[in-house]
């Protein structure tokens, strides 16, 4: 079975930073994408940034590239997103998922439902 397990998120003042974790476990496939996605409250749930395990493929949405940073370590399936200059905007509840590799692609779309495995979510609050 497929799981996914999200950590990191916190409380940070705008301007600062977190590093979010996601450990993909029982995913059987040499490739795939993982993608992290957020809701805030009373919002859809968008899209942030995407990686491909094999090739390191990634995608970012606007409001967020150039501040965060998605990385990945294949020899411990765990996907990183680094959030720097965080904004109030930012605030939601951020989650992982997995899904085809071919779902992220450099000029996207990132779309939830591409994404088939799905992780709890972990809480970021950007607040002063």
């Known amino acids: 079975q497929v799981r996914l397990v999200e950590s990191g998120g916190g409380l940070v003042q705008p301007g600062g930073s977190l590093r979010l974790s996601c450990v993909v476990s029982g995913y059987s496939l040499d490739d795939y994408a993982i993608g992290w996605f957020r809701q805030a409250p009373g919002k859809e749930r968008e899209g942030v940034s995407c990686?491909?395990?094999?090739?390191?493929?990634?995608y970012y949405r606007d409001s967020v590239r150039g501040r965060f940073t998605i990385s990945r370590d294949n020899a411990k399936n765990t996907v990183f997103l680094q959030l720097d200059t965080l904004k109030l905007e930012d605030t939601a509840l951020y989650y992982c998922a997995t899904g085809g590799e071919w779902y992220c692609k450099r000029d996207g779309p990132l779309r939830t439902w591409d994404y088939d495995w799905w992780g709890q979510g972990t809480q970021v609050t950007v607040s002063s």
């Open positions: 990686i491909t395990r094999k090739y390191g493929t990634t």
